[in-house]
Nanobody
Framework: QVQLVESGGGLVQPGGSLRLSCAASGSIFSITAMGWYRQAPGKPRELVALITSGGTTNYADSVKGRFTISRDNAKNTVYLQMNDLKPEDTEVYYC?????????WGQGTQVTVSS
């Protein structure tokens, strides 16, 4: 089992920045990728960004150039730096890990972009 704990969400004005953190614990060896997804009420969960164990990153078109995913292997933590936030970025953000063909999820953290 892999446990994921997110932090860093909150309320920010348009154009502002937030950094989300996701700390992994448990059976973290052989995690092949970690990422961030987001979900608005009544909509499917969508990929925002991911980073593989080899360091390859991938981003949704809507966040390219604004969001950056990174990781600290020593802390077993993945970060999502979000800059130039827009009202349409307002969603619940979920951390995700893939290990041995299974997906694990954090509890979610709310990001609200509003003036």
């Amino acid at each position: 089992q892999v446990q994921l704990v997110e932090s860093g969400g909150g309320l920010v004005q348009p154009g502002g920045s937030l950094r989300l953190s996701c700390a992994a614990s448990g059976s973290i060896f052989s995690i092949t990728a970690m990422g961030w997804y987001r979900q608005a009420p009544g909509k499917p969960r969508e990929l925002v960004a991911l980073i593989t164990s080899g360091g390859t990153t991938n981003y949704a078109d809507s966040v390219k150039g604004r969001f950056t995913i990174s990781r600290d292997n020593a802390k077993n933590t993945v970060y999502l730096q979000m800059n130039d936030l827009k009202p349409e970025d307002t969603e619940v953000y979920y951390c995700n890990a893939v290990r041995a063909g299974r997906m694990y999820w954090g509890q979610g953290t709310q990001v609200t972009v509003s003036s």
